[in-house]
């Protein structure tokens, strides 16, 4: 029995796909809770045989994200594709930009990237740095190398969509969206976003209700980017606080009782969404269709 919540979304997702004649959907699947939702969504709106789902790996992902993302393709019984994109990858030069790390052990990975991290956030928040311009190569080198993956992800899944009339489906949700954390035409260029309209804390909520396994609603969020740092070590801030400030500052409520440190940080944070929002499409021509 579908919520009313749930079944807004999967009217929306039949209409749209009727409205513009696709035939099925394509998904990427990472093993995280964002896609694992929008899978569950996906099976309540259309037959299993209209949905094809594909994982997508390289040579830095963690072992266990490859394996979450077939387990959730497997409880939800749908059939999937695991492509290595670690070729494309090399082929475009990105491993010449770190050591080769094939055997390298993931904790050392892990090690390497957060010290990196903690070595930017001396000099401030590394997740504003590129939007709000930085010239430091070896940073930039970094935004470059992981960006380009979820491209390329991106690139792939358009692939298998196109040759057979599918919609690529999005994970994005609002918190990300308003904080701009996501790869500009990368995890952002899809044709249909189902739970974009929701907060992070609003999809662990429907998680619970469309019965995702607990492994993966109990999973650390992470944007896959960095190895070892997850969303709410970007953020400096649970998802429960940043959703709620969040929510105030966008709908123009009361900030009293608030932390202001906190708020200050939302803030520059939804400061941050904003501007790099403006950015997805800077154009000359102001009004194309003369509307």
């Known amino acids: ?52 789902c594909f994982i997508l790996p390289e040579r830095d992902s963690p072992k266990d994200s490859v394996k979450d993302a077939v387990f959730v393709c497997k409880y939800f019984g749908v ?21 080769p790390a094939f055997f390298v052990p993931w904790k050392v990975k892990e090690n390497f990237a957060k010290r990196r991290w903690q070595k930017y956030k001396e000099k401030g928040n590394p997740f504003e740095f590129d939007i709000e311009g930085i010239y430091d190569e070896e940073f930039l080198k970094g935004i470059s190398y992981y960006r380009a993956k979820h491209r390329v992800r991106m690139v792939y899944l358009y692939k298998e969509a196109e040759r057979r009339n599918y919609a690529v489906v999005g994970t994005t949700n609002k918190t990300e969206f308003l904080t701009g954390l996501y790869v500009k035409w990368g995890d952002d260029s899809t044709d249909i976003e189902p739970i974009l309209h929701l907060y992070k804390t609003q999809v662990y909520e429907l998680a619970k209700e469309l019965n995702v396994p607990e492994k993966i609603i109990m999973k650390p969020a992470s944007p896959d980017l960095i190895p070892g740092i997850g969303d709410e070590e970007i953020f400096g801030l649970d998802y429960s606080t940043l959703d709620r400030i969040l929510d105030k500052l966008v709908n123009n409520k009361s900030l009293d009782g608030e932390d202001p440190e906190k708020v200050k940080l939302v803030k520059r944070l939804y400061q941050i969404g904003k501007k790099r929002n403006s950015l997805r499409n800077v154009s000359m021509v102001d009004d194309l269709y003369g509307t």
Do not use: C, H, W
């Open 79 to 99: 059939e999937y594709e695991i492509k290595n994109i670690t070729k494309i990858l090399r082929a475009l030069g990105i491993y010449k930009y770190y050591p």
């Open 1 to 52: 029995m579908l919520t009313k919540k749930s079944e807004k979304i999967v009217n929306f997702l039949r209409e749209t796909v009727a409205q513009y004649n696709f035939r099925g959907l394509v998904l990427g699947v990472s093993g995280g809770l964002d896609s694992a939702v929008v899978l569950a969504l996906l099976v309540k709106a259309f037959d299993r045989d209209k949905i094809k």
